[in-house]
């Protein structure tokens, strides 16, 4: 049985693989990873402070962010076809992604710089008029998860076992499916809560007292890394129920966006008991 292993018997996937099969997003991880420096000088340089915290949270947190959806993409990829991996529709494609990601963390910085709101920003003309094409941007960057988890459900010949494929090519596609609307409204609401908020979750920054949308929308993006888990573990403690448990997590994971979204919608936090 075969499920993250590079090769028979090795314990661990070939990271390495990531730069062959994945070039540009290989790239684009180093560059967020990296980028990670300047961001951090300017958050002990600069002693300004935006709503109570530093400018540079945000673009600091963005980086993480997607510095940890491209290198998940960077890695999924060597489940693709070869084929399709080396065709001219998908490195335009790919480029399109990390043009799209680049555009999104130096909007970031830009407003950082200027000391502002990034989202929801009416006040800055520039910002206000750039927003909408942020929000192109976030959907053609979203779009890649939905581009590869079906190419990989398709590749009956990737070196992975059938349940543990079916779980990656799954949690890529939910990635795309509840990302975008929960973003979608989000993005249209105004702004992350949903009545007054005084009390935040440390590290997550989430709402101790009002619904925050923010929590579905971090549970949605991360599709991609609790489905393969799921069904990682499924291949290991229960092969021959693996397809049932990857499609029963499936299942309970897209209820848990919905429920963490309609509260959020009602005015409620989440987990309130946490803090």
């Not at 109570?52 to 489940?79: D, M, N």
């Not at 991996?85 to 990390?98: L, Q, T």
């Amino acid at each position: 049985m075969t499920a993250l292993s590079s090769a028979p018997g090795s314990p661990a996937p070939a990271l390495y693989r990531m730069a062959s099969d994945a070039p540009a997003f290989t790239v684009l991880a180093l560059f967020l990873t990296f980028g990670l420096v300047p961001l951090y000088a300017a958050l002990n340089l600069d002693a300004r402070l935006f709503q109570g915290e530093s400018p540079w949270i945000k673009p600091i947190k963005f980086h993480y962010a997607l510095g940890v959806y491209t290198v998940s993409l960077a890695f999924f990829a060597r489940y693709m076809p070869q084929s399709t991996r080396n065709s001219r529709p998908w490195r335009w494609f790919a480029a399109a992604v990390v043009i799209a990601i680049l555009g999104e963390v130096v909007w970031l910085s830009g407003a950082a710089m200027l000391n502002s709101a990034s989202h929801f920003n009416t006040d800055v003309p520039l910002l206000a008029a750039v927003y909408p094409v942020m929000g192109a941007f976030a959907v053609l960057l979203t779009s890649a998860s939905l581009v590869m988890g079906i190419s990989i459900l398709r590749n009956r010949d990737a070196a992975l076992d059938p349940a543990l494929r079916m779980a990656v090519g799954v949690g890529l596609v939910l990635t795309f499916f509840l990302t975008v609307p929960v973003a979608g409204y989000l993005s249209g609401n105004g702004g992350h809560f949903v009545g007054t908020s005084t009390r935040a979750l440390w590290l997550m920054g989430w709402s101790r007292d009002a619904g925050d949308l923010r929590v579905a929308h971090f549970l949605a993006t991360h599709a991609l890394h609790f489905v393969p888990v799921a069904g990682l573990l499924a291949v290991w403690l229960a092969p021959a129920q693996a397809v049932r448990i990857v499609w029963a997590t499936a299942a309970l994971f897209v209820a848990l966006v919905a429920f963490t979204f309609a509260q959020a919608l009602q005015g409620r936090p989440f987990l309130p008991f946490l803090g």
